[in-house]
């Protein structure tokens, strides 16, 4: 197949003679394309051998030569997408294929999508499985195009990748096409559409979704379902009605049900009464766990203060036990309601307590410590959020990943004393 139209703009020459014609234009752009061949084919050939390896079995040594070739530039991309078509339908040609779609990904697929849809027309059936990979990466409107067109025509694998394509382009406009598609029997099936969903958040298809949910027979896609409510809806009454009966125990294990209710705290209407019914239940059930202390933050999320107060109760009574009192596990409750609610002095007296009675191993006297570092930031103490780094043990990076997770942590570590702090600590580091 001839791609050189495709590529005209890049071919043409720098000056053009005065009143040529558009044939004429494309004479010209091909001449010179003829005239670079031999150059780009030359800078290819060292690294042929090496694109014609398996991925799986050579990954290491494959990536460098990638970024290698990658590094050359755009010049190659003409002998490149000549390579997603092999002449043979050997191993050694779909393995050329794959790696030279893997340098094209990291040269600006949206500047050759023109090729690209040229190869997806093609009768070449490992040209057209490169192209739509290529086609999640092309960041323009056309290659949303292409995809979503697919989504009509293609099936198996071809329409999985075209799934996957549309979840890396995170477009939200096929979702009604897609979403179809949670009626098949097919598990894996289920699965890609909900990864595109939860990446392109549609909220125009969450009536399709609440009732392919009601219908889904497969535990292990449930949390996938909460993902994209999580992601796509904000104070939803079907959405959250439909959500509250994956509390039951039978349904979701337990980080699973957890992170449920916390996404209840956006899903529902602020007030809702079947949410608010139904997290009571769950801290009147006198369970004492990081589910109860979500649920008394989500009710409160919702309008409902009550859940805060009553789990603070309960907490009270149980450490007022003589065979409680040192429970490290209560303590940590407490602290992470406390912190939840803004009462950050109170949540580092709770998490120094589990420091003082810790028995749940190191997990646990980590997590005290972050909670600790994370609480005297928000009140602005900063030589007790270095004190308390420093206590932890832990490492520069292991300090700064904190961050990641908390952006008041992440701006807090810019300012030049917890920077100096954190240089300290990673030059006195013992080497690895």
Do not use: C
Not at 121 to 146: F, K
Not at 264 to 274: G, I, S
Not at 380 to 392: D, E, G, P, R, Y
């Amino acid at each position: 197949m001839a791609l050189l139209p495709t590529l005209l703009p890049a071919a043409l020459p720098a000056t053009l003679p005065a009143q040529v014609t558009l044939a004429g234009l494309v004479q010209l752009a091909r001449d010179r394309a003829e005239r670079s061949r031999p150059k780009q084919l030359a800078m290819l050939q060292p690294f042929l051998a090496d694109l014609s390896l398996a991925y799986r079995e050579n990954q290491d040594f494959l990536d460098r030569r990638i970024a290698e070739v990658a590094a050359i530039g755009d010049a190659l991309v003409p002998v490149l997408l000549e390579r997603l078509q092999p002449a043979s339908a050997g191993d050694s040609g779909r393995n050329l294929a794959a790696n030279s779609r893997r340098v094209l990904e990291r040269l600006d697929p949206a500047s050759f999508v023109d090729a690209l849809a040229e190869l997806v027309a093609s009768g070449n059936e490992v040209a057209r499985i490169e192209a739509i990979n290529l086609l999640g990466h092309a960041a323009t409107p056309q290659a949303i195009d292409l995809l979503t067109d697919l989504i009509g025509r293609t099936s198996g694998e071809e329409y999985r990748l075209t799934l996957r394509a549309l979840r890396l382009q995170k477009a939200a406009g096929p979702a009604a096409k897609v979403v179809t598609a949670l009626g098949s029997s097919d598990r894996a099936l289920r699965d890609d559409v909900l990864a595109y969903l939860v990446a392109a958040h549609p909220p125009q298809v969450v009536e399709t979704v609440i009732q392919a949910l009601a219908n889904e027979r497969d535990a292990r896609l449930l949390p996938n379902y909460v993902e994209y409510f999580a992601a796509a809806v904000r104070e939803h009454d079907s959405a959250a009605r439909a959500l509250l009966p994956l509390l039951d125990p039978e349904r979701l294990d337990w980080q699973d049900r957890r992170r449920l209710v916390q996404v209840l705290a956006t899903v529902a209407p602020r007030d809702h009464e079947p949410t608010s019914r139904r997290l009571h239940d769950l801290i009147d059930s006198g369970e004492t766990s990081a589910l109860t202390v979500q649920a008394a933050v989500t009710l409160r999320s919702l309008g409902d203060r009550q859940g805060v107060t009553k789990l603070q109760r309960i907490l009270n009574e149980q450490l007022r036990k003589p065979q409680r009192k040192r429970e490290s596990a209560l303590y940590e409750q407490r602290a992470n309601l406390a912190f939840a609610i803004e009462e950050y002095g109170d949540a580092i007296a709770d998490f120094e307590k589990v420091l003082e009675f810790s028995d749940g191993g190191l997990a646990m006297t980590r997590r005290a410590y972050v909670g600790m570092i994370r609480a005297e930031i928000r009140r602005k103490k900063v030589a007790n959020a270095t004190k308390a780094m420093k206590a932890s043990g832990m490492t520069a990076p292991e300090i700064e990943a904190i961050g990641l997770e908390d952006p008041v942590v992440q701006e807090a570590l810019q300012q030049d004393k917890i920077r100096s702090f954190l240089q300290s600590l990673a030059k006195d580091a013992p080497p690895k």
